[in-house]
T-cell receptor, first 114, second 115 residues
Framework: KTQVEQSPQSLVVRQGENCVLQ??????????LRWFKQDTGKGLVSLTV?????DKTSNGRYSATLDKDAKHSTLHITATLLDDTATYIC?????????????FGKGTSLVVHP | NSKVIQTPRYLVKGQGQKAKMRCIPE?????VFWYQQNKNNEFKFLIN????????QIDMTEKRFSAECPSNSPCSLEIQSSEAGDSALYLC?????????????FGHGTKLSVL
C-alpha cells in the first residue's frame, strides 16, 4: 500500500501562474515532512522541512503547510518560472533511536510553459 | 550545484556482472545515505553510514549489495551480480547529522542500466 500519495501526478501551468501540490500520507509516526525538487536526471534539492503538528514554512516563492492530524501537506509555488519545471517529491521522515527513516512519495511532475 | 559528487553518471552492465558506483559526500558530512529510485519514481532506502559505520541497511542490501565509507576515500555501493531489476538511479545523500532539521544534500546519481 502506498504510504505517501502525491497529487496531481502531473501538472502543466503557464509561467507566472501559481500552483498547489498535495501530499497525503499514512506513515506513523510522522516526525517531519520534507519537500524536494528534482530536475530531470539530477539529484534532489531540499526546499523545506515541516516539523510541528500544524506547521507553515516559507522559502522565497515556495511555501508549505503541514497538518499532522489530517496527515496532509501542501506545497505552494507562486509566480512560477520556467526553471520550476521539475518533479516535486514529498518525503515523510521518522526518527527512532537516533536513526532516520524516510518514506518517499512518487512525486508531482510540474511543467511550466512560457 | 550539488556538492555531493557521484561517479559515474551512467553505468551499463550485463546481467551477472559487478556494478560499482562511488560517492564523495559534502566535506565535513559524516552521515551518508544510499537510495534507489526506479523508473516508476519509487524510492527505496538501501543503507546509511555515520563515518565508517553502518547505521541501517535493508535486507536487499545484505544479500547482493555491499557498501562502505572508508576514511579518506569515496563511499561506494557495489552490486555483486547485477539483475535487470537493479536498473535504476542510485542516489547518494549526505548530511551533518540525522536530526530532523538537518538538510540532506543529494548527488546527481548514477544511472545503472542492466542489459
Amino acid at each position: 500500500k502506498t504510504q505517501v500519495e502525491q497529487s496531481p501526478q502531473s501538472l502543466v501551468v503557464r509561467q507566472g501562474e501559481n500552483c498547489v501540490l498535495q501530499c497525503n500520507y499514512s506513515v506513523t509516526p510522522d516526525n517531519h515532512l520534507r519537500w524536494f525538487k528534482q530536475d530531470t536526471g539530477k539529484g534532489l534539492v531540499s526546499l523545506t522541512v515541516l516539523v510541528d503538528q500544524k506547521d507553515k514554512t516559507s522559502n522565497g516563492r515556495y511555501s508549505a503547510t503541514l497538518d499532522k492530524d489530517a496527515k496532509h501537506s501542501t506545497l505552494h509555488i507562486t509566480a512560477t518560472l520556467l526553471d520550476d519545471t521539475a518533479t516535486y517529491i514529498c518525503v515523510v521522515g521518522q526518527t527512532s533511536g537516533g536513526n532516520y527513516k524516510p518514506t518517499f512519495g512518487k512525486g508531482t511532475s510540474l511543467v511550466v510553459h512560457p | 550545484n550539488s556538492k555531493v559528487i557521484q561517479t559515474p553518471r551512467y553505468l551499463v552492465k550485463g546481467q551477472g556482472q559487478k556494478a560499482k558506483m562511488r560517492c564523495i559526500p559534502e566535506k565535513g558530512h559524516p552521515v551518508v545515505f544510499w537510495y534507489q529510485q526506479n523508473k516508476n519514481n519509487e524510492f527505496k532506502f538501501l543503507i546509511n553510514f555515520q563515518n565508517q559505520e553502518v547505521l541501517q541497511q535493508i535486507d536487499m542490501t545484505e544479500k547482493r549489495f555491499s557498501a562502505e565509507c572508508p576514511s579518506n576515500s569515496p563511499c561506494s555501493l557495489e552490486i555483486q551480480s547485477s539483475e535487470a531489476g537493479d536498473s535504476a538511479l542510485y542516489l547518494c545523500a549526505s548530511s551533518l547529522w540525522q536530526g530532523i532539521n538537518e538538510r540532506l544534500f543529494f548527488g546527481h546519481g548514477t544511472k545503472l542500466s542492466v542489459l
